[in-house]
């Protein structure tokens, strides 16, 4: 038949790893965006990598060309509900990170950063587990210190439409320090700077995405509020770069993973429309509430600890 006649499929090279070296790794959310490319990362370094999502945001084909490889297992799972496997690392992702999708069903958001991340936790703890933890820059709110170094502890309305997430967030954080501190879990928490790529969602209000969907539909460009709000944005290998990297490292702090370069909103629209070679018109609409100003990473602690920084250029 020829459904069968796929079958044995072609799979991209993955590296021999001897029973020593080989890790069993969770990714929580690895069928979205970060996560598959995580995913892919560890596959080809030859580990086994067990995905759970709910595909709430993530999507199968995003790792459909590892299914069926025997160093790959996909679990369809909500990680509200406990899990049991045995694992050496757990790469916690699983999230709604933009915002038309975190504020859909904001209890939600919460429940996943909170209910979800105790899960995630009590299954390191059980099994040994070295766990890092997604955050994000959201922790800081709407800064009042300027480039925002990890010390910095944020200026977050806790009941804002945002709150749901970066609440969420900064909860995820202080239970992976109590677990740390209580139950002796390893954790690594990366603040994790806004990230562009393929497989990102189109249409999903995120900045990258808005501009250039309108750009390439020959729509007008909207930018909400006055434009001179600040972004920096990092390509998703550089995050990948460093989000194993932290997973290696001997750190336990939170450290910022992003790129420093920061332009205005304003000034990436005319970036992005000129990329694309449109000629489109740039509206200013009505500003987002709670819309953070100005947002850019301070890395020192990446550099310092991961040796890493950003290697990809935005154009
Ligand atoms: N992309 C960015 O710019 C950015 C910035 C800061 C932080 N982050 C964090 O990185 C992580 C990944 O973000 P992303 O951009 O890949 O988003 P994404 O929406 O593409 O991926 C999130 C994944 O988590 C899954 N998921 C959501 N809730 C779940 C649940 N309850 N149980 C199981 N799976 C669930 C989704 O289906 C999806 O596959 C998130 O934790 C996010 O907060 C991302």
Redesign the pocket.
């Known amino acids: 038949m020829a459904l069968e006649a796929r079958i044995p499929r072609a799979f991209p090279n993955v590296k021999f790893l001897s029973y020593h070296s080989k890790k069993r790794i969770l990714v ?10 995580l995913v892919d990362r560890l596959m080809l370094q030859g580990h086994e990598v067990i995905v ?8 199968k084909r ?1 790792v459909e060309h590892w299914s069926g490889h025997e160093n790959f297992e996909l679990i369809h ?5 406990p899990l049991f496997i045995e694992v050496d690392e757990i790469y ?7 915002p038309p ?2 504020m859909y069903n904001p209890v ?2 919460i ?3 909170t209910i ?1 991340t105790i899960n995630m936790l009590g299954l390191a703890k059980r099994v040994g587990a070295r766990v890092l ?6 922790v800081y709110g709407d800064p009042e210190v300027h480039p925002q170094p990890e010390t910095y502890w944020g200026h977050v309305n806790p009941i804002g439409p945002r709150a749901c ?1 970066d609440e969420g ?1 900064r909860v995820s954080e202080t239970l992976s320090y109590a677990y740390a501190k209580h139950e002796k879990v390893s954790v690594r928490v ?7 790529g393929p ?3 189109m249409d ?1 209000g ?1 900045v990258v995405s808005n501009f250039i969907l309108q750009a390439l539909r020959n729509e007008t460009i909207t930018v909400y509020g006055h434009g001179n709000q600040t972004r920096s ?2 390509y ?1 290998s550089d ?1 990948v770069d460093g989000l194993i990297a932290l997973m290696a490292c001997n750190y336990t702090q939170p450290i910022n993973l ?1 790129n420093p370069i920061e332009y205005s909103i304003e000034e990436f629209a005319l970036i992005i429309r000129n990329l694309v070679g449109g000629k489109n018109s740039i509206k200013k609409t009505k500003a987002v509430e709670d819309d953070p100003q100005r947002r850019k990473p301070d890395i020192s602690r990446a550099k310092l600890y991961l040796n890493w920084e950003p290697k990809v250029r935005f154009y």
Do not use: C
């Open positions: 929580t959310g690895g069928a979205g965006f970060v996560g598959s490319h759970v999502d709910n595909f709430f945001t993530g999507r995003n799972q909500d990680i509200v509900n916690h992702l699983a999230s709604p990170a933009s999708h975190y939600k958001t429940k996943t950063n979800g933890i997604a955050s994000t820059s959201e997430y967030k990366a603040r994790i700077f806004n990230t562009y497989r990102m969602h999903d995120r944005f990092q998703v995050l992003g």
